[in-house]
């Protein structure tokens, strides 16, 4: 690595920081807000159904996050390598 591109490298370590904790925030705000009761009925229901349900939310929260951030950064100018 030369030392000339260690700002470019910081540049987009701090776009992609911003970017996908932003999309963290909302969707979280957005669990909260409408799969909070429904989970928690779950919870107290049928436990291994909450359990499947949950693992399949983290998994396509980190698919769908990493997707549209992937997305997001080949629409900015940044020179990644």
Known sequence: MHQEDLPKLIRNFIIELVVYG???FVYSFVVLRWLSDPLYEMFHTNLLLY???SLGLIVAQGAVLDAVTSFL???LPT???
């Open 22 to 24: 932003t999309l963290v």
């Open 73 to 75: 950064l080949r629409l």
């Open 51 to 53: 359990a499947l349900l």
């Open 79 to 81: 020179h990644r390598q």
